[in-house]
């Protein structure tokens, strides 16, 4: 089983709202990612979690907020969004990091309005 | 700094003809490279990738991919290409924490 799920597939928030984007994988993946993606370009790496602890923060805005309450799971909380974060969010995880390969969910479709 | 780099935006290839997706890459030493398709509105599938090894590389649904160390390149090929195959595809190195990916390539198979 290579599946990394993610709900909701879609979101419509207004600016004011907190919403969360969840992920789950049960792999046994040690690491997990939250990318950012908009039409036709590559993912950007927002966060990435090892072993269960953040490990990398792109400097993201501090209305990103990641969570990892356990091994197979990832949350995104979101507040105060503003339009130009609306995009595809995309989960991911691996075996480890560098030389594995990461299995990606299929995203949830962002609009801010 | 971009560590691989896609020269081409789209490529066009009749179906059943050979297809290829262009990838070079920058990173000294030994490269972790990847291979990833989109299709729209979903995520990204994992196609193939190189660590150490063989050159030739072979991957999900008959795509193989050749990495060249004098050339710095990891080409994406297929002997016959399908309209099923359109879909945008990511070539991404990988090092100790991260990939860094190219910026996409559209590959459109015309029946």
């Known amino acids: 089983d290579t599946e990394v799920t993610q709900t909701p597939k879609h979101l419509v928030m207004g600016m004011t709202n907190k919403k969360s984007l969840k992920c789950e994988q049960h792999?046994?993946?040690?690491?997990m990612y939250w990318y950012k993606q908009k039409a036709k370009k590559p993912p950007e790496l927002m966060f990435v979690?090892?072993?269960?602890?953040?490990?990398i923060n792109e400097s993201v805005p501090s209305r990103f907020s990641p969570e990892c309450p356990n091994s197979s799971l990832l949350n995104l909380h979101l507040h105060a969004l503003q339009p130009e974060d609306s995009a595809l969010y995309l989960c991911?995880?691996?075996?480890?990091?560098?030389?594995?390969?990461?299995?990606f969910g299929p995203g949830t479709r962002l609009t801010v309005t | 700094a971009q560590s691989v780099a896609q020269p081409e935006d789209q490529v066009n290839v009749a179906e059943g003809n050979p297809l290829t997706v262009k990838c070079t890459y920058s990173?000294?030493?030994?490269?972790?490279l990847f291979w990833y398709v989109q299709y729209p509105n979903r995520g990204l599938q994992f196609l193939l990738k190189?660590?150490?090894?063989?050159?030739l590389v072979k991957g999900s649904y008959g795509f193989e991919a050749e990495f060249n160390k004098s050339q710095t390149s990891f080409h994406l090929k297929k002997p016959s290409a399908l309209v099923s195959d359109s879909a945008l595809y990511f070539c991404?190195?990988?090092?100790?924490?991260?990939?860094?990916f190219g910026s996409g390539t559209k590959l459109n198979v015309k029946p």
């Open positions: 979690y090892s072993y269960e602890k953040l490990s």
């Open positions: 190189y660590i150490t090894g063989d050159n």
């Open positions: 991911a995880s691996s075996q480890g990091q560098g030389a594995y390969e990461q299995y």
């Open positions: 991404a190195e990988g090092n100790f924490n991260k990939f860094y």
């Open positions: 792999m046994g993946h040690r690491a």
């Open positions: 990173v000294s030493g030994n490269p972790y």
